[in-house]
């Protein structure tokens, strides 16, 4: 089993940067896949980014590049989401995601473990 714990969330104004955090547990950190997931009220749950288990490569829709990096330390057991130039539509809940298999995935069905999510909120 493993546990997923986000932090980092808060208001900020459009423009503003955001740095979320991740912290897992229970299971070998660096053999886990780690994504990132954010669902705005009414609406599915998107994919934003994911990182290699040895943080080598990362993937991300092309709408988020440029403004959202993810990294990872597998010493420290944590993944972190940089978010710069932040619009008012980013507003949303931010889950992190882990999944036991590497690979290119960006459903959220291909992860198996979740996080309880952090918000986000960017006022205009």
């Known amino acids: 089993q493993v546990q997923l714990v986000e932090s980092g969330g808060g208001l900020v104004q459009a423009g503003a940067s955001l740095r979320l955090s991740c912290a897992a547990s229970g299971r070998t950190f660096s053999s886990l896949t780690i994504a990132w997931f954010r669902q705005a009220p009414g609406k599915e749950r998107e994919f934003v980014v994911a990182i290699s288990r040895s943080g080598d490569y990362t993937h991300n829709p092309e709408v988020m590049n440029g403004r959202f990096t993810i990294t990872r330390d597998n010493a420290k057991n944590t993944v972190n989401l940089q978010m710069n130039s932040l619009k008012p539509e980013d507003t949303a809940v931010y889950y992190c995601?882990?999944?036991?298999?590497?690979?290119?995935?960006?459903?959220?069905?291909?992860?198996?473990?979740w996080g309880q999510g952090t918000q986000v909120t960017v006022s205009s």
């Open positions: 995601a882990a999944r036991r298999e590497c690979g290119r995935r960006s459903a959220p069905t291909d992860y198996d473990y």
